[in-house]
Each structure stands twice: as C-alpha cells, then as structure tokens.
C-alpha cells in the first residue's frame, strides 16, 4: 500500500472516530443532564434531548426497569457504548488496510 492511501485510511479512521466520540458524547451529556434534573425548558437541555433521542431511537425504550433514571441510563448509555465500539472498531480495520 502505497503512503498516499495509508494516509486517506488514516484519516477516514480519524474523522470516524470523531464522529462516534461525538454522537456517544451526546448521548454522555443527555445522561448527565437527566440525572442532574436539569431545566428542560433550557434550549441546550432540549437540544441535547432531542439530539440524544434521535441517536439512540434504536435503544431509547429498550429497558422497561421500574425507575426512569435507569431506563434513560440503560437505553441511552447502550447507544453510546454501541457507536463508542463500532466506531473505534471501523477506524482500527481502515487503518489496517
């Protein structure tokens, strides 16, 4: 493999990662602001809120635990793990090629 296409696989596996630390980062931050309670009628709470529910649409409601505080933990934190995981795991096959 030449240097020129080690170096496009290098950052391809960079903006990936990025992008995957962001979306888990998101979802990290919605957490976080559930937990502290705070004030949803804030516009960043609310951005958070709705960014962090369309990233983890898939597992938003996966868990049906009595306390909401562990259903928003378990739902949104396996979104996190999941991009977290997938991302880092794409960027380290690119960069092996």
Do not use: C, K
């Not at 596996?13 to 919605?30: F, H, K, Q």
């Not at 709470?45 to 983890?56: E, H, I, S, T």
């Not at 949104?76 to 960027?91: K, N, P, T």
Request: proline share 1%.
């Amino acid at each position: 493999m030449s240097p020129s296409q080690r170096s496009g696989s290098n950052r391809a596996a960079t903006i990936i990662i990025v992008i995957a630390d962001i979306m888990a980062g998101i979802i990290g931050l919605w957490i976080l602001m559930y937990l502290l309670d705070a004030n949803r009628a804030n516009d960043l709470v609310n951005f958070l809120q709705d960014a962090a529910r369309w990233l983890a649409g898939w597992s938003w409601d996966l868990f049906t635990f009595d306390e909401a505080w562990a259903r928003v933990v378990a739902g949104y934190g396996l979104a996190a793990i999941v991009y977290l995981f997938a991302g880092h795991a794409l960027a380290n096959v690119l960069r092996r090629r």
